[in-house]
């Protein structure tokens, strides 16, 4: 469910406005494998472009977050990106799995959203809310 209306991006948009409780959305770097079948919005241009911290922060300010799923390896192989997943959704609850379990949650997703990131481990599973 959408909170305001700041993403430009259509597809983008309709994804967070249909999202239901209970429904993922995925923000990933530009390696993770995205199995067959699933819904892909590809943002990817170059390496780096979008950032992944950058699409982060702006669907987390449309979307109203319940709880949000990283790779355990994350916190140890990308410290930096991993706290900064902790403080663009502070007060969402974090949850960590392996990797080999996230990526097991893509065929789920409404939407996996693929960014230029190029640094390890930086996707999260977010978990969509209700803004009442």
Do not use: W
Request: with cysteine; aromatic share 4%; glycine share 10%.
């Amino acid at each position: 469910m959408q909170r305001d209306g700041t993403i430009l991006n259509a597809r983008l948009a309709a994804a967070i406005v249909g999202l239901g409780h209970g429904q993922t959305l995925v923000i990933a770097d530009a390696g993770l494998p995205i199995p067959p079948g699933v819904d892909l919005l590809d943002l990817a241009l170059v390496p780096g472009v979008p950032g992944f911290l950058q699409t982060l922060r702006a669907v987390a300010a449309a979307l109203a977050v319940e709880s949000a799923v990283v790779a355990s390896e994350c916190a140890e192989r990308n410290p930096a990106v991993y706290r900064a997943i902790g403080a663009l959704l502070e007060g969402v609850t974090l949850r960590q799995v392996s990797h080999a379990e996230l990526k097991q949650m893509l065929p789920a997703a409404r939407l996996v959203v693929r960014t230029g990131e190029c640094s390890p481990y930086a996707n999260v599973v977010l978990v969509g809310g209700v803004t009442f």
